[in-house]
């Protein structure tokens, strides 16, 4: 080869970790933590993130595996004179890295959030140029996830801003979950596999059943609306790279049946499980559904493939979820408020992920049927099902071959 050749091949291959890349190996399984916003919105300081670190661990959500504690908007205060963000005074005192420490120290992770625009959507500053000195610090406080919104960007370029944010986390060297916020504007799915590590494909999520709130020029969809958006994604979803239906309000739904479909469908979907509630507070309901390991285990199952509906008929959906080890997870949801009976004869129907390939045969093949919110085996499936699902509420199976 000549040298100027063999320069250029020299130079070819150094371009990526010059410019920068995603860190690997972080969101092998969907993320799965705590979120400010959803309950407290502006209203945080560092006694509510202690506090709730704390509550992470006394409930059991940290050992059925919650382990972020993101901060979301509002913890700001201003730049200093070399223009590096520091947190609000007053309300996070100590700082953000005893805050990290303390976190740390529960055998839990820390988030926080920024915005690729000037400001944040509540007014903030935002990191829009100053990507790479927002990233360094962070680094020095021992942050472990950022959540990167989308307000205020004006006629940026949406795949150019996050990937200076990504390659400004790489250059600062500590690995750091990155959570693509942009609500699905510019369908994010087809392009952010190697920036970020989840990307929203909604706007923000409100604690209704079935609604959508207007407020000009954004809308809130409730649990079933965001359900509905998900459909033509499940593709682009995969291990290190998630679909984001928003942050769960799993503990602020109007019924217990209703906090449980939202959690069964968020695990059917391989979504990011990042609570909402104020765990402080939460009825053993709220708990035993949102620690439910063997929901959990359907999310974080290893073979990362989003689920998909089978069937949608009658105010009914019926949909599967293709898991390791030959196991299927089923859910059959309601979305009447009226509760129904569903029958289901395995023989007739032809189950199957085309996109995958993969099929459980149940004319061929017996599966157990195992109950995961009744915790119990409900026999197999040589028998048609015939079974009453209440309104707003859900059935979720493991089906496991014999
Ligand atoms: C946007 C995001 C929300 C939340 C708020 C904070 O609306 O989508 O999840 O982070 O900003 O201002």
Redesign the pocket.
Known sequence: MRKPALLYLIVFLLIPTAHGQKFDDLAETPPMGWNS?NTFACDIDEALIRETADAIVASGMRDAGYVYVNI??CWHGERDEDGFIQPHPERFPSGMKALADYVHSKGLKLGI?SDAGSK???GRPGSQGHEYQDALQYARWGIDYL?Y?W?NTGTRNAPEAYTTMRNALYAAGRPIVFSI?E?GDNQPWTWAKDIGHLW?TTG?IINCWDCIIDHGSWKSPGVMQILDKQDGLRQHAGPGHWNDP??MEVGDMDTVGENRAHFAMWAMLAAPLIAGNDVRSMTDATREILTNREVIAVDQDTLGIQGFPHKKENDIEIWFKPLAGDDWAMAILNRNAEARTVAFDWAEEHVEDALKNRRPHFDQNTFQIRDLFAHADKGKTAQPLKISVPGHDVLMYRLSKQ
């Open positions: 916003w979301d908007d959030y944040t959507c509540a959540k919104d307000c916020c609500w929203r923000d928003d942050m």
